[in-house]
């Protein structure tokens, strides 16, 4: 089975500062978008199971090699980073672009796995765009897989309801948080992992232009804001327990963190 | 000779004991190449023969007295063990020079050599203190037969006592068929030996100038003289049983735990010849290294066996040092997590090891038929052989996941225990194989993510590390290059609200003193602790060697940290990757401020205050003075002691990672405490560790207790009394 996992190497926003209104996109930490990597751990899971190759496929900045050895770590065969010429710009019709042509050039698959969404855009955009892109059906919002056949079937969250639903490779799909925990590979799998190869390339690799990419991104920043979220600062205190719970249930009910 | 069975018996029982020891020793070696087993034991006699060839025996002699008292005064309540053994290990070692000293002087024995003739001894005529041996009578023969009945009675009355405390005051909740076997056996031994003297002294109407030595044969036989028995047979019989007996017990002692006899002492020289003191424990401090992260980066070479799967990858050092448990169970009463209703007993750890340990051999059989049947061509067992050899030495079983996880490395076991077993490395050695494998939960894989992520246990942004030193007046590294120490914040005080405090009282300290130093800020990552002790040693080696870089590029001599994990890891465990800093607890340094007068009292502690030992560092690292005298220096009256306290104290549960992951127990281990402090009625209790304050501070909150006692570091309690 061949698989294709895509993984974004996103700005750890815990870590992004706001300056002066502004956020530091300058030498921002970034990590390997936290869903990806539960769908690297999906994939390695049917590999362990059915066998296969499992080939990771990033779409950023160079230092996104990094991000890249620990997900061969975690147990990926290959990885193929697309070196992103403006620097996180585009958007994700250009990223689906870049990441579709990278496939096409791959010996063929039958399973692409997406993270639902990432860490730091969360459009959950580029799984769906990229399935209607290479024109193979998908399933969205995975909680669970399972290979039957030629056939997947795999649980889809709907937050009220759970889906199961059935369908034939060549797929994509995009998984929830709560399929798995994805494994923390230890150092010793990281070091070893260096060995394995990573092939870089460049958009013109995948005959695509800087200029092209722009085209196909219809999104424009005007200008990026920062804004800080300040804490409420309610304290209950002195009450007794049912009281106290009425009181934080009826603030709940206030800011619609609860709804009726 | 005259007493033929005697012999045969003490032979039957030698040839066992010695297929057995061997069988034994070969659980030590087995798995490991014959050149290293070589050096093994060639380094174990060089070992021994250098330690005893130098002033290390000074150390050793004076370790195991004081370490005996010390242990036995550990627990107050039964000090009269700690007596009886001593008396006990003080005549056995009379008798053995005594014994020496008479078959020295056989004119049988004489050509052997001295360690042949100790065993073949029991040969000898004198050994039965018959017609013929007395009339080669010296004052040797005196000493032996004086000393011989001596320790006769001190260990006859020992074992007696030991019976009774199984039986009949039940110390443990299940009576030990081994247990009372082998005080049986001894017991057995020494009476009808002490019977058959007594009857060789009436057959022989041996003259009471010379039988008075064995003072009690001596003393029964006067009694019992007139009583119509025939003497002579009785002589024959009774001889022959002790021989019985004798045979038995030699034979057992491979078998049961009176191999402690054996490997005990291996055990107590290696500890004593380092001449560590009695109140530091002997092993936690400095973790076993199983690679080094520099060397495997050189060579590229990343294959290293990490943790135990197995029982055979334990070392042999590993291996050796659980043998000698005597399952005394003073490990697991002084065990907070046992006490805490968690699944561990650092006794049932070491026993259950043990058996694992004597598996090996088993497995070893097993895999040797199965080369045979490999070799037979019997196609149909070389499989199921082979694959039960390897069943048997697995170790999922005998250590549990929750066992592994519940230890908080607090080292209470290791203090006690009077054979210095380390109870809880193999708990350590199990976790690294955990991590190694990732068969961890997701909270403790969330653990080790942040801290690798993060660089902080908490998860928490690097670039909030900071935080707490907004406003203060602190100068970080970049701006004041040239300070006399660097004050290590560590993670607890960098990101807990609660913790910063500490911090900032030490900051307020320091600058009222005038001390020269400064913080790391964003520089500055977890020491390690965490990871190292919760088995993830390659990011520990990993985050270890990248603060020692940092401390060096700075060129930072001396450290002063109020973190007693951070001060063990910098101080005891840096060495080893190159890291060789002067690491100050600040209970020493603060201590050190008020004796030479650089800090102002304005006011003193009116409060009653009771200190609870943070383990390590105490335990750990021998701080036990300093902050009671810190805390007596500003207060007004006595400070308080736990019932548990020194190197008793009872652990607060946050060590060895348990600060961040909940096990499953009956009652917290720091609601334990506080029912404590509870009993003693105080309003404060003073700490020197921030996780003993989270700890604490949480079963407060469980109890219900919250400002009734309040919980505080002994830097919080100076930085009020000195003012801000
Ligand atoms: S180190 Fe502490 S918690 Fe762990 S087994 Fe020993 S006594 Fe129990
Ligand atoms: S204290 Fe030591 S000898 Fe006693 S049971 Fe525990 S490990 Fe065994």
Redesign the pocket.
């Known amino acids: 089975m061949k698989i294709v996992v895509c993984a974004k190497y996103a700005l750890d926003v815990a870590e992004l500062k706001i300056s002066s209104g502004k956020p530091v996109l300058e030498g921002a930490r970034r990590k390997v978008s936290d869903i990806d990597k539960n769908a690297v751990e999906a994939a390695i899971s049917i590999k362990e199971k059915y066998g296969g190759i499992i080939k990771v496929l990033c779409f950023g900045p160079i230092s996104a090699k990094e991000g890249l050895k620990e997900l061969l770590a975690m147990g990926a065969d290959e990885a193929y980073l697309i070196e992103d010429p403006s620097e996180g710009m585009l958007d994700t019709a250009a990223t689906v672009e870049a990441l579709a042509l990278a496939i096409q050039k791959m010996d063929g698959f039958d399973l692409i796995l997406c993270g639902e969404a990432t860490i730091d855009g969360y459009t959950s955009q580029v799984g769906p765009r990229l399935a209607e892109r290479l024109k193979v059906p998908q399933i969205t919002y995975v909680r669970s897989i399972k290979i039957d056949g030629n056939n997947v079937i795999a649980e889809r969250d709907l937050e009220d309801v759970y889906q199961t639903v059935k369908v034939p490779m060549p797929l994509l799909i995009t998984v929830t948080r709560e399929i798995n925990t994805p494994r923390i590979p230890n150092l010793m799998a990281i070091l070893k992992a260096s060995k394995k190869p990573i092939t870089i390339w460049k958009i013109e690799d995948l005959g695509l232009s800087k200029d092209k990419l722009e085209q196909i991104s219809s999104l424009h920043t005007l200008s990026l804001e920062g804004f800080t979220v300040e804490r409420k600062r309610i304290i209950i205190k002195d009450k007794p327990v049912d009281e106290a719970v009425q009181e934080l249930i009826s603030y709940l009910l206030k800011e619609k963190v609860l709804g009726v | 000779m005259e007493i033929e069975l005697f012999s045969i018996f003490y032979m039957i029982g030698m040839a066992i004991a010695v297929v057995g020891g061997g069988i034994r020793v070969w659980n030590w070696i087995s798995s490991f190449p014959i050149s290293e087993s070589y050096k093994v034991i060639t380094d174990i006699v060089k070992s021994a023969f250098s330690t005893f060839f130098s002033k290390k025996i000074c150390y050793i002699i004076k370790g195991l007295f004081l370490g005996i008292f010390t242990k036995a005064k550990l627990r107050s309540s039964n000090i009269s063990n700690g007596f009886f053994k001593v008396a006990f290990i003080i005549a056995y070692l009379l008798l053995i020079i005594a014994y020496h000293i008479k078959v020295e002087n056989i004119p049988q024995l004489k050509s052997f050599p001295i360690y042949i003739s100790f065993f073949i001894a029991p040969f000898a005529d004198f050994y039965f203190l018959s017609k013929t041996s007395i009339e080669s009578f010296t004052i040797a023969d005196a000493f032996f037969g004086f000393i011989h009945d001596f320790f006769a009675l001190i260990i006859i009355s020992y074992l007696l006592f030991m019976i009774y405390k199984r039986v009949i005051r039940r110390v443990h909740l299940k009576i030990n068929f081994e247990d009372i076997f082998c005080d049986a056996i001894i017991i057995l031994w020494f009476v009808s030996k002490l019977m058959a003297e007594t009857s060789t002294i009436i057959a022989f109407n041996i003259h009471s100038s010379i039988a008075k030595y064995w003072f009690f044969s001596y003393a029964l036989s006067t009694m019992l003289k007139n009583l119509n028995l025939p003497w002579l047979t009785l002589y024959h019989i009774l001889w022959n049983i002790s021989g019985l007996f004798l045979g038995v017990l030699i034979a057992s002692i491979p078998f049961t735990k009176l191999w402690?006899i054996i490997v005990g002492p291996i055990q107590i020289l290696r500890r004593y010849s380092i001449g560590e003191k009695p109140i530091v424990i002997s092993f936690g401090k400095k973790l076993s290294k199983p690679f080094d992260l520099r060397k495997l980066l050189e060579t590229e070479s990343f294959e290293v066996k990490i943790g135990i799967k197995t029982i055979k990858d334990m070392s042999w050092r590993q291996r050796i040092s659980?043998e000698?448990?005597?399952?005394?169970?003073?490990?697991?009463d002084?065990c907070p997590a046992y006490a805490a209703g968690r699944e561990l007993s650092?006794?049932e750890v070491?026993?259950n090891l043990n058996s694992s340990l004597k598996l090996i051999f088993i497995s070893d059989i097993l895999n040797f038929m199965a080369h045979v049947a490999k070799w037979l061509n019997f196609k149909n067992y070389i499989s199921s052989l082979s694959e039960k050899s390897e069943k048997l030495l697995l170790l999922n079983g005998k250590l549990k996941d929750e066992t592994v996880w519940s230890c908080t490395t607090c080292g209470a076991?290791v203090a006690?225990?009077?054979?210095?077993?380390s109870?809880f490395e193999p708990l350590i050695e199990r976790r690294r194989f955990l991590v190694t494998e990732g068969k961890l939960d997701s909270i403790k894989m969330d653990i080790l993510k942040n801290l690798i992520e993060k660089s902080n246990p908490y998860g928490m942004p690097i670039s909030d590390r900071d935080l707490w030193m907004k406003n203060l007046s602190v100068k970080t590294l970049k701006e004041n290059p040239n300070p006399e120490y660097l004050y290590w914040v560590g993670c607890s005080s960098s990101y807990d609200k609660r913790n910063q405090n500490i911090a900032k009282s030490m900051v307020n300290i320091l600058n009222k003193a005038g001390v020269n130093f400064v913080v790391l800020g964003l520089e500055e990552r977890c020491c390690g602790d965490t990871l190292r002790r919760m088995g993830d040693e390659g990011r520990f080696q990993e985050l270890a060697l990248a603060n020692i870089e940092v401390l060096k590029s700075y060129n930072v001599k001396k450290i002063i940290t109020h973190c007693p994990h951070c001060y063990n890891t910098l101080k005891n465990e840096y060495k080893e990757f190159g890291g060789d800093f002067e690491v100050i607890h600040h209970s020493e340094f603060l201590l050190n401020l008020l004796k030479m007068g650089k800090i102002k009292l304005i006011k003193v502690i009116e409060e009653e205050t009771l200190y609870h030992d943070p383990c390590y560092l105490g335990r750990y690292n021998g701080i036990y003075d300093a902050p009671r005298i810190l805390l007596q220096m500003i207060s007004n009256l006595k400070v308080k002691e736990f019932e548990k306290h020194h190197v008793n104290s009872f652990c607060c549960g946050g060590g060895g990672g348990n600060v961040w992951y909940e096990v499953p127990e009956k009652e917290k281990m720091s609601v334990l405490r506080i029912k404590e402090a509870e009993k003693i009625g105080v309003n404060l209790i003073s700490v020197a560790c921030p996780y003993c304050i989270t700890m604490l501070e949480d079963a407060l909150k469980t109890k219900g207790l919250e400002g009734k006692i309040k919980i505080k570091d002994i830097a919080e309690t100076l930085s009020e009394v000195i003012g801000e």
Do not use: K, T, W, Y
């Open positions: 402690h659980l000698p448990c005597i399952r005394c169970g003073r490990c697991q002084s650092p006794m070491v026993l076991c006690i225990c009077p054979v210095d077993i109870n």
